[in-house]
């Protein structure tokens, strides 16, 4: 059974910085892809930031310049670096992970819980 765990998350001052964290855990062949997402009320979630492999980041435009994704392969772990935060990124922020269970199995979706990002003015 493969697990997200999201940590990080809290409240902020607009201008502060927070660093979101998420691991995957159990038994599976291979991560393609991991990502954060977020959801503010009465919005859709939106992709934020993606990391294809370890080494490849696509950032939404609204994020670019202010946050930045990175992932540790060898810990499973993908981070989100949030810098400059404004009010508007106040949201519910979900890990997101495109993996292989098993050697030509099927690639699967994967999401974490979710944790809270408020940003204060």
């Known amino acids: 059974q493969v697990q997200l765990v999201e940590s990080g998350g809290g409240l902020v001052q607009a201008g502060g910085s927070l660093r979101l964290s998420c691991a995957a855990s159990?038994?599976?062949?291979?991560?393609?892809?991991m990502a954060w997402y977020r959801q503010a009320p009465g919005n859709q979630r939106e992709m934020v930031a993606t990391?294809?492999?370890?080494?490849?980041?696509i950032y939404a435009d609204s994020v670019k310049g202010r946050f930045t994704i990175s992932r540790d392969t060898a810990k499973n772990t993908v981070f989100l670096q949030m810098d400059l935060l404004k009010f508007e990124d106040t949201a519910i922020y979900y890990c997101?992970?495109?993996?292989?269970?098993?050697?030509?199995?099927?690639?699967?979706?994967?999401w974490g819980q979710g944790t809270q990002v408020t940003v204060s003015v």
């Open positions: 159990g038994t599976f062949f291979s991560i393609k892809v």
């Open positions: 990391i294809i492999g370890s080494d490849t980041p």
């Open positions: 997101n992970a495109v993996i292989q269970p098993r050697f030509s199995w099927p690639q699967n979706n994967y």
